[in-house]
């Protein structure tokens, strides 16, 4: 029999001052999130980061959209952000430079989003539509087209390496992963385990760690009131975790198994996403420390698969647009 938490019952409407307004906000910087072509099914959404600078409401950089290290388009990129209307838009401008399977082509994308903020974390969110770069046609037609990007705090390098490190790192990552088997891999995650300091398991704190958040999947409902059954994903291994829910502690330190934790929260504001936040408490005995997370909310049924470490968060996103 599944364990319930009914007293872990979220009501996010009644937060203060969790969104922030743009008018005062840089948008200069390096932003990382994923885009994602069905709002419908989970696991149907690749990595996107952009590079932004910006002089008055005027906006430029790069984006690097990316598909596991199968794929990548990278473009110049140009647009405005309107006070009056509090949102952002940004559009892939010039040829790209891409790598691609055969028949695919690039998609000059154009970003319709929105600013804001969870806690010291600034997102932004919206939806996004296009054109084929060599052929006047609409990219994915009749779909709903999502983006959700989060400032990076402190980046390793400057805005204006952005497109020399993304093309080194995707070009380096590649061709490492070709010529390093399993047995390598896995002794790489061992090291990681064991030669990290924060390796591990006492209750003596319930803050969330300083580590990389790592959006990994992002969702759309047409329905306020949220479910969710959390798990261990395959081989049960010690895994224990905290869940986070726009920085508010839901879950703290709790090992993971075939029978689920289940908390309900409800979406606060249409439009306005939620975070979900999974932070690793340990490593099990099989790392890194991974998680089910099935998503239930009106009629539809979502299956999220986290993966999170010492070096980052796993990260789910939910917006709330009604019909």
């Known amino acids: 029999m599944k364990r319930t938490l009914p007293f872990l019952l979220i009501v996010l409407c009644c937060f203060s001052g969790l969104y922030f307004d743009l008018k005062a906000q840089s948008i200069q910087g390096i932003w990382t999130g994923k885009i994602s072509r069905r709002s419908a099914t989970a696991g149907a959404s690749e990595s996107l980061e952009i590079q932004i600078s910006q002089t008055g409401n005027f906006l430029w950089g790069h984006s690097f959209a990316s ?9 110049k990129l140009e647009g405005k952000r309107n006070k009056k209307e509090q949102s952002i838009s940004l559009k892939e401008i010039g040829q790209p430079a891409y790598s691609l399977p055969d028949a695919f082509f690039p998609c000059e994308k ?34 709903e087209l999502l983006v959700v990007l989060q400032k990076i705090k402190s980046p390793d390098y400057p805005i204006n390496s952005f497109v020399t490190k993304k093309l080194v790192n995707y070009f380096t990552r590649k061709n490492e992963l070709r010529i390093m088997d399993s047995s390598t ?5 061992m ?13 003596d704190s319930i803050l969330i760690t300083d580590r990389r958040q790592d ?9 306020s009131n949220i479910r969710i059954s959390l798990y261990d994903n395959a081989t049960i291994d010690d895994d224990t975790v905290s869940i986070f829910v726009n920085k508010l502690p839901v879950l703290l330190q709790q090992r993971l198994s075939a029978r689920a934790y289940v908390f309900e929260i409800k979406a606060p504001v249409p439009g306005k996403p939620v975070e979900i936040l999974m932070q690793a408490e340990n490593l099990g005995s099989i790392p890194p420390n991974t998680a089910l997370m099935v998503v239930e909310t009106g009629k ?23 019909d």
């Open 67 to 75: 598909k596991d290290t199968s794929r990548f388009v990278l473009y």
């Open 110 to 143: 154009v970003y319709k989003l929105e600013y804001y903020r969870i806690g010291n974390t600034q997102y932004l969110s919206g939806t996004w539509g296009g054109r084929g770069a060599f052929m006047d046609t609409t990219c994915f037609p009749n779909e």
């Open 185 to 189: 891999i896995e002794e790489k995650i």
């Open 191 to 203: 090291e990681q385990q064991w030669d990290n300091p924060s390796n591990k398991t006492g209750r």
């Open 215 to 223: 959006i990994q999947e992002i969702l759309q409902t047409t329905d």
């Open 300 to 322: 539809k049924r979502y299956e999220v698969r986290m993966s999170a470490g010492y070096d980052k968060h796993a990260v789910l996103i939910i917006t709330y647009l009604p």
